[in-house]
């Protein structure tokens, strides 16, 4: 049995906003781009700030007025590590500063965490089916 189509009126098509398509990027791996996350821990006053994972890499993005300025790139060592997931996540320290982080995960079974503030080795978590 196929699905009933649904059936839009005029009227409720002109009164939905539409996205404006304003800039594109290619990155420099030039592989496909696997995960895309708005950081929504990010102050209402600051631009908005997003992360993509694709090949061995997590990179950060400031969107700026008609364009997105990348931030901060993290290259896995390993080539063969294909990132598929990303997530925005936190630390608050005893001080009460918030340290800002993103989680990637791919191939190869590794959540790795890297700082937005620290430009140390991220800490990478291991352990999981293998």
Known sequence: MRPKK????????????????VVWSKEDHKEPIFG????????????PVFATVGSNKVTIYECNENM????????????EEVFYTVCWVYNEAETGEIETCVAVAGMRGL??????????????LDGLWR
């Not at 895309?36 to 631009?47: G, I, K, S, T, W």
């Not at 300025?69 to 080539?79: F, G, K, L």
């Not at 959540?111 to 990478?124: D, F, G, H, N, Q």
């Open 36 to 47: 895309v996350a708005f950081n929504p821990y990010n102050h209402p006053n600051l631009p």
């Open 68 to 79: 997105i300025v990348p931030i901060q790139s993290y290259s896995d060592p390993c080539t």
């Open 6 to 21: 649904l059936k839009i009126e005029k009227r409720e098509l002109s009164k939905r906003k539409g996205f404006k398509f």
């Open 111 to 124: 959540i790795r965490i890297v700082s937005l503030k620290k430009t140390a080795e991220p800490v990478y």
